[in-house]
T-cell receptor
Framework: GAVVSQHPSRVICKSGTSVKIECRSLDFQATTMFWYRQFPKQSLMLMATSNEGSKATYEQGVEKDKFLINHASLTLSTLTVTSAHPEDSSFYIC?????????????FGPGTRLTVL | EDKVVQSPLSLVVHEGDTVTLNCSYEVTNFRSLLWYKQEKKAPTFLFMLTSSGIEKKSGRLSSILDKKELFSILNITATQTGDSAVYLCAVLTSGSRLTFGEGTQLTVNP
């Protein structure tokens, strides 16, 4: 199956700093990528839909100025958590939509665990 | 608002038992229902169901969808300790949007 990578896999930062997370589709082009957040013992919550070359679409309640998304190429989307605070600590997962799949399957990255001290 | 509800939220069984996990949904523009297994990292894909009444099977796992009752089940027979994980149900709607349920935490004891 298609492979999606995320970097870093784990990050610990101080409150007030910004953190960038990369999501790459390694062997396919993804016109659409999704960013999810998962708090402990909870399910994945969609944060935003990222389309290559255009502005991301954010879900209700997600601050676009705090969670900056850039999808500059067909294989890379980045999520920047600006001025991170302890409540932003979570597991962030991206997925990429394979444009060649007849089922429009989403392939998930391995996730990034963010801890804000 | 799209909604996906899974039950039970937590289940503890012994190796060899059979389990049934439930997923109900209320969404607009339904396209498919998907099941995932999540261990410590991101979810791994199990099944995608689009049509009612057609059972999908992979080894000891099987799943079926009822689009009239807006319901799906995931069955695992002869459970093994390696089946311990969170099982997530998600519904795909228009725009390739996935809405996830809360998940069922399955623990299989030896």
């Amino acid at each position: 199956g298609a492979v999606v990578s995320q970097h870093p896999s784990r990050v610990i930062c101080k409150s007030g700093t910004s953190v960038k997370i990369e999501c790459r589709s390694l062997d396919f082009q993804a016109t659409t990528m999704f960013w999810y957040r998962q708090f402990p013992k909870q399910s994945l919550m969609l944060m935003a839909t990222s389309n290559e070359g255009s502005k991301a679409t954010y879900e209700q309640g997600v601050e676009k100025d705090k969670f900056l998304i850039n999808h500059a190429s067909l294989t890379l989307s980045t999520l920047t958590v600006t001025s991170a605070h302890p409540e932003d600590s979570s597991f962030y997962i991206c997925s990429a939509l394979s444009g060649t799949s007849s089922y429009n399957e989403q392939f998930f990255g391995p996730g990034t665990r963010l801890t804000v001290l | 608002e799209d909604k996906v509800v899974q039950s039970p939220l937590s289940l503890v069984v012994h190796e060899g038992d059979t389990v049934t996990l439930n997923c109900s949904y209320e969404v607009t523009n339904f396209r498919s229902l998907l099941w995932y297994k999540q261990e410590k990292k991101a979810p791994t894909f199990l099944f995608m169901l689009t049509s009612s009444g057609i059972e999908k099977k992979s080894g000891r796992l099987s799943s079926i969808l009822d689009k009239k009752e807006l319901f799906s089940i995931l069955n695992i027979t002869a459970t093994q300790t390696g089946d311990s994980a969170v099982y997530l149900c998600a519904v795909l709607t228009s725009g390739s949007r996935l809405t996830f349920g809360e998940g069922t935490q399955l623990t299989v004891n030896p």
